[in-house]
Every structure is written in structure tokens, then in C-alpha cells.
Nanobody, 126 residues
């Protein structure tokens, strides 16, 4: 079975940093793309960042551009999200996602992705 496992969440002060990891297992081939979404209480799940697997081309939400960096380890089928200069509004459950098949949906859309992790909590205190 395909499984995505996130790690690295926790509590950090505003202005601090966290590094999230997402390891994908059970994939026969490399994913088309992997991404990160987040969901704060009372809000919809929103796009954070994505990386095209073959090219490592990256896409970021405007709210995190310049502060977050997404990367991947091709050999390990693992993606990372380096989060710097964290703000209280960044607090949310962060979900890893993987796209393994052709999709008409944009990489910024939840509908693009086939598999999801269980989520990891990021708390930012001020």
C-alpha cells in the first residue's frame, strides 16, 4: 500500500524555523509531484507548496513565498518543507500529498493529489 508519513511538526516561537519531512512508501514509480497543504481550525485546507518530481520545479503560495522552501530527495521518495520566519498565522496541521497519475487539476489544487499523509501539527507562539 502507498503510505505518506509526515514528521517534524512541533511548537516554535514566531520568527523561528521548522523542517517538515514526508516519506512516501509503496510507490512503484516516482510520483509526478508532491506537495504540502495546511489547514487551520475553522478554515479550508489550503495550498502551501509543491515540487515537480522529475524537474524539481517548485511552486509556492504567495503567503509563504520567500520564507518556505520545498525540496525532495529523489532516491528516498521524500519531500521536505523548510519553514523559516514563522508567523502565528502559519499555525496549522500540515499535510503531505503525492500525485501519481495524470490530472487535469493544477498542482495548487487538492484534487491533483492521490495520496495524503495523516498531518503534522505546527504551532507558532508569539
Amino acid at each position: 500500500q502507498v503510505q505518506l508519513v509526515e514528521s517534524g511538526g512541533g511548537l516554535v516561537q514566531a520568527g523561528g524555523s521548522l523542517r517538515l519531512s514526508c516519506a512516501a512508501s509503496g510507490l512503484t514509480f516516482s510520483p509526478n509531484a508532491m506537495g504540502w497543504f495546511r489547514q487551520a481550525p475553522g478554515k479550508e485546507r489550503e495550498f502551501v507548496a509543491a515540487i515537480i518530481w522529475s524537474s524539481a520545479f517548485t511552486i509556492y503560495a504567495d503567503s509563504v513565498k520567500g520564507r518556505f522552501t520545498i525540496s525532495r530527495d529523489n532516491a528516498k521518495n521524500t519531500e521536505y518543507l523548510q519553514m523559516d520566519s514563522l508567523k502565528p498565522e502559519d499555525a496549522a496541521v500540515y499535510y503531505c500529498a503525492a500525485s501519481i497519475s495524470r490530472r487535469i487539476y493544477a498542482y495548487t489544487s487538492k484534487d491533483r493529489y492521490d495520496y495524503w499523509g495523516q498531518g503534522t501539527q505546527v504551532t507558532v507562539s508569539s
